[in-house]
């Protein structure tokens, strides 16, 4: 427990040389390529009305009846409105906020005994993931850290193809700041590839992980590899994008993981056939 904060102490103090040393490249102002126009607002308003209008309640019944919680709607959807509500060809989905909060509240319940819990996340994003596990931790009032990698900086302002991007570049705390009380109690941002990141955090215990990265068949085999070898029996880890026809190198990998028969798993499906895998440590 001690090494585990001790651990958690020096990230926080480290991990500012680290995302400047291991960072892959100088991304500018508009990684997403997103045409910045006043407009877009509007846009960005209809696509989180036609999100909500359209979210799959029998995933969301599915997840409560098998976790035994649900998310606060308000909060999931106001928290969408700026993380998860962006500009694409596919329509916007954040049903896996439901199952993360879901899984994070059930692994809380049946875990009282563990007094510090070590999260991990690949692929932060806007922050829409981690920020529901944080509702969770906090929701419990259990102490932990969310230590989350992802390519795109946090300190540098950029436009994030958001609702928001029309009044100018935003660091990612910046776009957080309503939520700035649960980034700060549990949030570790980092920068770089998880390859690469991942042999910089020398943690002993990782009690939940969401994988969400990049979904390429070695970048997911080399992730598994490295949480197995740090989780216990009863420990999770939930996959985003578990879908065969559009990820096949993901799906081949996190197979190959699960042949060894180490660990129970099923898999969720939204009603658009997109799929999100829980798995748990034997």
Known sequence: MDIVKKGISWLLKKNRLRIHRYMHKEYDNNPFRIEIDSSNYSIY??????????????????IERDFGYVIDHAF????????????????????????????ICNYLEDSIDVD?????????????????????????KRSGKIITLDILPTNKPIYWNCIFDHKGRKTRFQLL????????????????YS???????????IHVVFLDGAHDYDTVKTELSYVKTRQS???????????EGQYPGLVDAVKQFLSAGEYSFKIYYASTGRGYLYCKKK
């Open 233 to 243: 029996k009863g420990d999770v880890i939930v996959c985003d994008d578990y879908t």
């Open 45 to 62: 308003q209809d696509l989180a009305k036609r999100a909500r209008l359209e979210i799959d309640f029998k995933f969301i019944e599915t």
């Open 195 to 205: 390859d690469v990141m991942l042999r910089q955090i020398d943690l002993s215990r």
């Open 76 to 103: 999931i959807h106001d928290l969408a409105l700026t993380t998860q509500i962006t500009i694409k060809s596919s329509k916007p989905l954040y049903l896996h906020g439901y199952l993360l909060y879901g899984v």
């Open 177 to 192: 700041k309503k939520w700035q009380k649960l980034v700060d109690e549990y949030i570790i941002f980092l920068q770089g």
């Open 116 to 140: 510090f819990l070590n999260i991990l996340e690949t692929g932060t994003g806007r922050g829409f993931s981690c920020l529901v596990i944080a509702k969770a931790l906090d929701g419990a």
